[in-house]
């Protein structure tokens, strides 16, 4: 006698249908949480724009800035939070970082220069040569740096090697002798605010420049920038990934900042 003769009944459950277009929203809103945490919290992807931080960051690099860096304030998110006061979990920022900021006088645009001066500190250029406190930054003239001029043709520009006191060196660009802020007056950085400069000397609105940028101060600073994870040819489009072959610069991934 088999089974259906005794009349036992045996229920089938059907089997549950996998992936559908439910499952694929599901995953994509997953992902796309998991991703707006990373960049309010973590690290917020930048792209260099200009060339004020040649030769260290060149157009068409992108960053990852880490947010955690020197803490939270009101324009460390996506959309800036105005209740919040000051910054959260702070930590300060070192002579010689790449730090993100929001303008000053502007807070809708991000630029990014190096941390030249600390709160309280004492900041002179004279001749080029960057002075803190009284003493002059060490500066090593190595080889030139090829770059172009406005009509797009090579031109060799001076290339130093610049040591802040705490031991961090990098590289500048000094295009001319008689740059608009080659030669300044004494700088004092207000308490909590800092002095920033780009590397491309001669080519570069920053904090010397008083009525444009002038002392950056701390709730503005958005990030640390800690490395270059893609670089595309200033002259193509990092989205025209047909071209990606010849206008990858593959040399800059992942280098360290």
């Not at 860096?69 to 959309?79: L, Q, T």
């Not at 080029?128 to 770059?147: F, S």
């Not at 400069?197 to 008083?210: A, C, E, I, K, Y």
Request: glycine share 8%; no cysteine; proline share 6%.
């Amino acid at each position: 006698m088999n089974v259906a003769e005794q009349g036992t009944d045996i229920k089938v459950k059907p089997e549950k249908k996998s992936g559908g277009i439910g499952e694929t929203v599901k995953v994509i809103i997953q992902a796309l949480l998991i991703a707006l945490v990373f960049r309010t919290f973590f690290y917020h992807p930048f792209n260099i724009p200009s060339g004020s931080m040649i030769p260290t960051l060149l157009v068409g690099d992108y960053l990852f800035v880490s947010k955690f860096s020197y803490g939270y304030s009101r324009f460390s998110f996506p959309i800036e939070l105005p209740f919040l006061e000051g910054r959260y979990w702070a930590d300060e920022p070192e002579r010689g970082d790449i730090a993100v900021f929001r303008l000053p006088r502007e807070t809708s645009t991000d630029y990014i220069k190096r941390v030249i001066g600390l709160p309280g500190d004492k900041i002179q250029v004279t001749d080029g040569v960057l002075t803190i406190n009284g003493e002059a930054v060490k500066r090593e003239r190595v080889a030139d740096y090829i770059g172009e001029n406005a009509f797009g043709t090579p031109q060799n520009i001076e290339r130093y090697k610049e040591t802040l006191p705490n031991g961090v060196s990098y590289f500048t660009l000094d295009l001319t002798d008689s740059g608009a802020k080659d030669t300044t007056g004494v700088y004092e950085v207000p308490p909590d605010h800092y002095f920033m400069m780009g590397d491309n000397r001669d080519n570069s609105t920053d904090s010397r420049f008083l009525q444009i940028v002038g002392f950056v101060p701390a709730e503005n600073l958005v990030g640390r920038a800690e490395v270059i994870f893609f670089s595309v040819n200033d002259e193509a489009s990092a989205w025209a990934f047909w071209r990606w072959p010849w206008t990858l610069r593959f040399d800059r991934f992942f280098s360290g900042l």
